[in-house]
Nanobody, 123 residues
Framework: QVQLVESGGGLVQAGGSLRLSCAVSGRTFTDYAMGWFRQAPGKEREFVATITRGGGTTYYADSVKGRFTVSRDNAKTTVYLQMNSLKPEDTAVYYC????????????????WGQGTQVTVSS
């Protein structure tokens, strides 16, 4: 089993920044590509960003490209999501997820999920 624990969410004004962390334990961290997803109230969960096992390649949803940055520290077995220039429409519960195959935006390909952390952006 793989355990994922997100942290770093909170309330921020529009234009502000937050950094989310996802601490991973239970298996070899570098065996897993990691992804971030989010779910706003009344909406389906959607892809945000993903990073390959080695950290060399990242992919982003168009809605966050240029504002969010995903990274990982394999020594600390932690993946991060730096969120800048936040907008009210970024308000959601943010989830990290682990995938033994490839970095992918497809939710169903992820094997393990964290419990989520709330991000609220006020206008």
């Amino acid at each position: 089993q793989v355990q994922l624990v997100e942290s770093g969410g909170g309330l921020v004004q529009a234009g502000g920044s937050l950094r989310l962390s996802c601490a991973v334990s239970g298996r070899t961290f570098t065996d897993y590509a990691m992804g971030w997803f989010r779910q706003a109230p009344g909406k389906e969960r959607e892809f945000v960003a993903t990073i390959t096992r080695g950290g060399g390649t990242t992919y982003y949803a168009d809605s966050v490209k240029g504002r969010f940055t995903v990274s990982r520290d394999n020594a600390k077995t932690t993946v991060y999501l730096q969120m800048n220039s936040l907008k009210p429409e970024d308000t959601a519960v943010y989830y990290c997820a682990a995938n033994r195959l490839v970095a992918t935006p497809r939710e169903y390909e992820y094997d393990y999920w964290g419990q989520g952390t709330q991000v609220t952006v006020s206008s």
